[in-house]
């Protein structure tokens, strides 16, 4: 090896370790050279008699022939290396060889076995300092928990990373498991919630050190406007992620994405430029070893073969696909060579091969089925975390402690529901009750009730329905936001025309009360945000600064930008705040010292809402305020100026 030639005899240990951790990125841009290199590090370490430097090569080893889809092999070189690591006693490298072992097992789909080593590299990667490590582990677990479709315990694992990862680690760590909930959205069906996570892995990840990153996002994105049968769009993403990635010169993920764009021209009957991103797909897969890619590239070449009609060259593809997956044990893929070579025998009238090919197909199916339906039965899984719940506390104390903590959290929602169900009730009864009250008095009255008077009822119930319906829209609205089902839609936004449109639609309300309203802004300011939620958010602001304050009095609105952020304030004459006020005043159904000074209503309900949508648009909102001398509300954005 070049790097080597002529120094071997004089390299120390600590040389050699440097030299192996140096091989680590080639492992994914060239796992051939990786292999080799990690060879020569390997005999090295035999030449000093370097445990750790042994340990570190034949990981190196096992994730050089993972990259190279020779996962038999890869296995076995991590179990040479589990050995040493048990005798050697570092709990770091045990961790990492389970972790990877547990990958090979999710490769080959053996998620069983998978979760077990992911277990047992999780309950030592506890203990240990590095958290980042331990987070990939969890996300891990997140992605076999969403295979087996087991989605809540997906999500969980994947908080549970993200967690690790905002404490410990940087924006990077968090827009990678902000992508993986995105993926998991996506196999759901819940294509349009899976964008907003993917946009809002996208702000997180710095273009000048994580070019990989954004184009695998960008990548996900075009996914799923494809599975939402908008091409267009889903073929802007691949191209803007191709770009990308020819910076970068990763040619697995240009294969991938290669593959990608093909299959979009597929989808629009353009099958002869489909095969032509297909075989430059080829091309790349075989190159770099990449097997798996290449035996997609087989598949879906027979595939647009098969729509031309080209049976032959169509077959001869799919018997490549069918070869390969049987190699390298990928059953699922090999399922769909099956069902499409079963179609083409079908469409050339070889009824007795046809039938052939998808009774094949349909044993690898309940193959498949049957190996998965276990652990995807609801007791099995129970019964499965329960052990693993097990092994990872070491004592029944803290399992305890665990159990006492969720009782005591089930019961602060029990009081907060009951509290909640309170409040409503209380805040509904009026109104309700006065429509009530005047329906009965307008029925009692009905043979002496004049036009106008019944007007006056109308007026009243119309009043009252709608407190009623203010009150029931902010609860829908909020807990839109709370379970995830607000509907999202990110786009560049201006602030100065989405602020002053807010003031245009209270400018009558606030010359009412001889409010005048000040808005400044340095400049305009260019945010990635949801316009919806934007609106709403200084709509209930400037309504709030409207309704407290007395008449003859101002609004000031200012808009700044620091550091990264757009900060507007919405600063009132109001009464102010008191400390208690201050506490509570972004809680539901908060009651606050202070009253609109109007006779306008208040649920208690705008600034929960306001705090939850901003949170929506990865922003903060704050107030600061004395008794007595008005309040001021801020809101900060992450934006740039134009």
């Known amino acids: 090896m070049e790097v080597l ?27 051939r050279k990786a292999l080799v290199s990690a060879q020569d590090t390997y005999d090295l370490a035999n030449k000093n008699d370097f445990d750790e430097g042994r340990i570190k090569s ?10 190279l889809s020779e996962y038999d092999l890869a296995m076995q070189k991590f179990y040479e290396a589990l050995s040493p690591a048990l005798a050697f006693q570092n709990k770091k490298y045990e961790a990492e060889i389970y972790h990877w072992i547990g990958n090979i097992n999710q490769s ?48 969980e694992y994947y908080l549970r990373s993200l967690g690790l990862k905002e404490e410990f680690g940087d924006r990077k760590t968090v827009a990678n498991t902000l992508n993986n909930i995105g993926l998991m959205y996506s196999t759901l069906g819940e294509n349009k919630k899976s964008n907003e996570y993917l946009f809002k892995s996208l702000k997180f990840i710095d273009r000048d050190n994580s070019l990989t990153d954004e184009a695998n996002v960008l990548n996900n994105i075009g996914m799923n406007y494809k599975e939402l049968g908008n091409y267009g769009k889903a073929l802007d993403y691949f191209n803007e992620s191709m770009n990308l990635i020819k910076m970068t010169h990763k040619k697995d993920d240009e294969a991938n994405v290669l593959n990608n ?19 430059e797909c080829l091309e790349i897969t075989k190159s770099i070893g990449d097997r798996k890619t290449e035996a997609t590239s087989y598949l879906n070449l027979g595939v647009s073969h098969l729509n031309l009609k080209n049976y032959s060259v169509a077959e001869a593809y799919l018997q490549q696909a069918i070869e390969l997956t049987t190699e390298i044990k990928i059953k699922d893929m090999k399922m769909s060579a099956l069902f499409h070579l079963a179609e083409l025998n079908e469409a050339t009238s070889h009824f007795e091969e046809a039938l052939r090919y998808y009774k094949s197909f349909h044993d690898l199916e309940r193959e498949l089925f049957n190996t998965d339906s276990h652990l995807k039965s609801k007791g099995l899984i129970a019964q499965y975390e329960s052990e693993k719940n097990r092994k990872e506390y070491e004592a029944a104390r803290e399992k305890n402690v665990e159990l006492e903590q969720m009782i005591q959290k089930l019961d602060s929602l029990n009081e907060e529901k009951d509290h909640y169900i309170s409040i409503i009730s209380h805040d509904l009864r009026d109104p309700l009750s006065a429509i009530y009250g005047i329906t009965d008095l307008i029925l009692a009255e009905k043979d002496t009730t004049d036009k ?24 829908l609205r909020i807990n839109e936001v709370e379970s995830g089902k607000l509907e999202v839609h990110p786009e560049q ?19 009412d009360k001889n409010i005048k309203i000040h808005f400044n802004s340095e400049n305009d300011f260019s945010l990635m945000g949801d316009r919806n939620s934007l609106n709403s958010v200084f709509s209930n602001l400037i309504s709030n600064a409207i309704k407290y304050s007395p008449r003859d009095k101002n609004v000031y609105i200012i808009n700044t930008f620091k550091e990264g952020y757009i900060l507007t304030e919405i600063k009132d004459e109001g009464p102010g705040l008191t400390m208690k006020d201050k506490e509570k005043i972004f809680e539901k159904f908060a009651k ?32 600061e305020s004395e008794h007595g001398k008005g309040a001021s509300f801020f809101v900060k954005l992450p934006g740039r100026p134009l």
């Open 261 to 279: 764009i093909g299959t979009i021209f597929s989808f629009l009957k353009k099958e002869d430029k489909a095969i032509e991103k297909f075989l």
């Open 5 to 31: 030639a002529g120094n071997i005899s004089y390299m120390n240990n600590n040389e050699v370790s440097n030299l192996i951790d140096s091989y680590k990125d080639l492992t994914k841009s060239n796992p």
């Open 592 to 623: 606050l010292s202070a009253r609109p000074t109007g006779g306008e209503e208040s649920t208690g309900l705008g600034l929960s809402l306001v705090k939850k949508l901003v949170n929506v648009n990865n922003g903060k909102v704050w107030v």
């Open 108 to 155: 080959l789909s053996n998620y069983q076995t998978c979760l077990e080593f992911y277990f047992k590299s999780l309950n030592i990667k506890k203990d240990l300092p590095d958290k980042l490590s331990e987070a990939l582990t969890l996300n891990n677990i997140g992605i076999v928990y969403k295979l087996l479709n087991n989605y809540p315990k997906a999500l």
């Open 493 to 511: 936004l201006n602030i100065v025309p989405i602020i002053s449109s807010v003031i245009e639609d209270y400018k009558m309300r606030a010359e």
């Open 452 to 475: 106008e008077e019944l007007l006056e009822y109308v007026a009243s119930i119309n009043q009252s329905a709608t407190k009623v319906l203010k009150i029931l829209k902010l609860l």
């Open 58 to 67: 034949l990981m190196l080893m096992g994730e050089s022939l993972y990259a």
